[in-house]
């Protein structure tokens, strides 16, 4: 009996932990959308150079935020619906906080209802790299960014077509920059 219940309870967390939880947190996080003022101290950022970054993990520690280095480098996992990119809904890029290397166009963002902000494509095939991730007793894939090789989440296979997979990423380590023309247009059409 004491395996029986073992068992039930190992296989509830394993699939609490499989999909995206639920909780909900009370206090909204402020959105950061592209503070390129953050990134002087980090010699590795850079929206247009595309070379492999190769700095330590203490060279990281020293550079990234607290938060972001915790995800991005220790593969943790911020709490769901702390993102304020999760239901952000303009248009424009989605790059690597770490690094700046584009990740995802907004046009590719979808509400799956996980509590993070989710895609069903990359940008581009080298933009994203991917990894078998076992850990907790499950088998997931872990996506990474192609160019720092940061954690920005995992990608699962029930997401909308045409791909019908959902890269749930998380948001801390996602920059987000408003598509300029896309701005100017709508400006101008409002006047």
Same mark, same amino acid.
């Given at each position: 009996?004491?395996? +029986? #219940?073992r068992?039930?309870?190992?296989?509830?967390l394993?699939?609490?932990l499989q999909?995206?939880?639920?909780s909900?947190s009370?206090? $909204?996080?402020? +959105?950061?959308?592209m /503070?390129?003022?953050?990134?002087?101290?980090n $010699?590795?950022?850079?929206?247009? /150079?595309?070379?492999p970054?190769?700095?330590?993990d203490?060279?990281w520690?020293? #550079?990234l935020p607290? /938060?972001?280095?915790?995800?991005?480098r220790? %593969?943790?996992? *911020?709490r769901?619906?702390t993102? $304020?990119? *999760?239901n952000?809904?303009?248009?424009?890029?989605?790059?690597?906080?770490?690094?700046?290397?584009?990740?995802?166009q907004?046009d590719t963002?979808?509400?799956?209802g996980c509590?993070w902000p989710?895609?069903?494509?990359?940008?581009? %095939?080298?933009? #994203?790299?991917?990894a078998?991730?076992?850990?907790?007793?499950m /088998?997931?894939?872990?996506?990474?960014c192609?160019?720092c090789?940061?954690h920005?989440?995992h990608?699962?296979n029930d997401?909308?077509?045409?791909?019908?997979l959902?890269?749930?990423?998380?948001g801390?380590v996602?920059d987000?920059?408003k598509?300029?023309?896309?701005?100017?247009k709508?400006?101008?059409?409002?006047?």
């Amino acid at each position: 009996m004491k395996y +029986l #219940i073992r068992n039930i309870t190992f296989i509830v967390l394993a699939l609490l932990l499989q999909q995206c939880t639920y909780s909900q947190s009370s206090t $909204p996080a402020k +959105l950061n959308t592209m /503070d390129t003022s953050k990134k002087t101290t980090n $010699p590795a950022y850079s929206r247009t /150079d595309k070379t492999p970054v190769n700095v330590t993990d203490e060279q990281w520690k020293k #550079i990234l935020p607290a /938060d972001v280095y915790e995800v991005a480098r220790k %593969k943790g996992t *911020e709490r769901a619906w702390t993102s $304020p990119l *999760e239901n952000l809904h303009d248009v424009g890029t989605y790059y690597c906080a770490v690094c700046g290397n584009a990740l995802f166009q907004s046009d590719t963002k979808f509400d799956s209802g996980c509590g993070w902000p989710s895609f069903y494509q990359p940008i581009s %095939k080298s933009s #994203i790299i991917y990894a078998s991730d076992h850990s907790y007793g499950m /088998d997931r894939t872990e996506v990474m960014c192609g160019r720092c090789k940061s954690h920005l989440g995992h990608v699962f296979n029930d997401g909308p077509p045409p791909t019908h997979l959902r890269y749930c990423i998380n948001g801390v380590v996602l920059d987000f920059e408003k598509a300029k023309e896309a701005e100017k247009k709508y400006n101008a059409d409002k006047q």
